[in-house]
Nanobody
Framework: QLQASGGGLVQAGGSLRLSCATS????????AGWFRQAPGKEREFLAG????????YYADSVKGRFTISRDNAKNTVSLQMNSLKPEDTAVYYC????????????????????WGQGTLVTVSS
């Protein structure tokens, strides 16, 4: 089970850090990712990270502004969001799936089996 936190209201240009925690003891066996869904839009991939944390991948819309990281000892994956824009307003979801390789990053929402409950990020102009 994944639990996302850290959302809130921030002004444009500001920063937020989202965290996703799991109580599972085998989190190091899971690749992870962050997605978001704005009202009336499809859920979109933002960032993914491999089991080891050594490989990451970002959507063009957030590249250079968002950073995904993980701490396998603490069973957490985080998303640091900088230079936020009003169009970043959405519900943000963390996701995870077992991965047989250390370096694979998954970018499709259909590839993830476990989802957090979502945390709302609102960016005001």
């Amino acid at each position: 089970q994944l639990q996302a936190s850290g959302g809130g209201l921030v002004q444009a240009g500001g920063s937020l850090r989202l965290s996703c925690a799991t109580s599972g003891s085998t989190f190091s066996m899971y690749a992870a990712g962050w997605f978001r869904q704005a009202p009336g839009k499809e859920r979109e991939f933002l960032a993914g990270i491999s089991r080891s944390g050594g490989v990451t991948y970002y959507a063009d819309s957030v590249k250079g502004r968002f950073t995904i990281s993980r701490d396998n000892a603490k069973n957490t994956v985080s998303l640091q969001m900088n230079s936020l824009k009003p169009e970043d307003t959405a519900v943000y979801y963390c996701a995870a799936r077992p991965s047989s390789t250390l370096s694979t990053v998954y970018r499709e929402k259909s590839g993830y089996f476990n989802w957090g409950q979502g945390t709302l990020v609102t960016v005001s102009s």
